[in-house]
């Protein structure tokens, strides 16, 4: 039995070992590289029904600006028409500035997008659209 027991914590010192040495050996091999600047992350989405549209609510600071239907004000109050599509740019020019960010949304009753050049913290919520075209991993 002991035989078994000092068998297991051989074998397990060696995979133990040769862990770490693949950890080390690794971690060399994917050094980290500095951030370029300015950073752009452009996303677009598309209503999943372009008849109806989607829901795009944009937060700015404390103000909210709603794109389609308000449901705290029941179905049939809107503060503006659906979105048929929305495209955003954050852009962060360098490092610790502030992000500048771009949107563009087109209504389903219009073919003139309106435009929003924002800067500071800018939070999102989108339903009833898609993803579909973005340069992030």
Not at 33 to 53: M, N, R
Not at 80 to 104: E, Y
Request: hydrophobic share 45%; no cysteine.
């Amino acid at each position: 039995m002991s035989q078994a027991v000092m068998l297991f914590w051989r074998n397990r010192g060696w995979l133990a070992t040769l862990m770490l040495l693949a950890t080390f050996w690794l971690n060399q091999m994917a050094a980290a590289e500095e951030l370029k600047f300015p950073q752009i992350i452009t996303i677009h989405y598309e209503a999943k029904d372009p008849h109806t549209g989607g829901q795009f609510i944009i937060w700015v600071e404390r103000e909210k600006i709603w794109y389609g239907l308000d449901a705290k004000y029941g179905a049939d109050t809107k503060v503006f028409p659906s979105a048929k599509s929305v495209a955003i740019t954050h852009i962060t020019p360098a490092p610790g500035t502030t992000t500048i960010t771009m949107i563009t949304v087109t209504s389903i009753n219009s073919a003139i997008p309106d435009y929003f050049h924002l800067s500071g913290n800018v939070r999102f919520k989108i339903s009833g659209m898609t993803v579909t075209s973005s340069n992030l991993p």
